[in-house]
């Protein structure tokens, strides 16, 4: 039997994974919604974590479901990080928001946008597959890797992007899809 559940659209929450000033992070991740906003497969709900409390401190092991945002990452079948890579890592403040929590990540997939300068971010998302399969989390194969992004916001703030960039977050968002669709199914039958 099929419910309304069931051919919803999955959400997909979009996480800004850095909470540094000035902001690159959200200038990209507003990008990324406006250009997923297009599709009628996803719906989107963009996560800032520069404005969610979570101390770095008081969390108890396996997650904390009293933070201000573990609902939203609950009803999310679906996530998208966009993340800098600092230090040949990630920011503190987006390993903190994973810590954070732990069944809001389980069984649910994972694409990265990342950002930074010569490498584009990509050393930050190789360790932050390594976390994210510890919560049991899957990642996507494709993600969206820009270098420089500074260098392509206009007057106003906004990425400005090109057929490329735009063909990288359609290849991550069809994957993201399918396996959204494929682990809610998977999630429903054994929880």
Known sequence: MTTQEDTAP?????LVGSVRQPRVGRSIA???????????DLDLDLVD??????????TPPGGNAASPI?????????F???????NHSFPAALKN???WHYREWARKPVAFVSYGAGSGGIRAVEQLRLVFAEVQAATTRSGVVLRAPWERLDDTGRLVDDE??????DATLSELAWWAEALRAARRVRP
Do not use: C, K, M
Not at 30 to 40: E, I, K, M, P, Q
Not at 49 to 58: C, G, I, Q
């Open 30 to 40: 507003n990008w990324f919604v406006a250009h997923a906003g297009r599709r009628t």
């Open 70 to 78: 573990s609902a939203r990452l609950a009803a999310a079948d679906a």
């Open 164 to 169: 490329p960039l735009r063909q990288a977050a």
């Open 10 to 14: 999955p959400t997909v929450a979009v």
């Open 49 to 58: 974590l520069a404005e969610v409390p979570l101390p770095f401190a008081d």
């Open 80 to 86: 998208v990080v966009v993340t800098p890579e600092y």
């Open 97 to 99: 928001a994973i810590d």
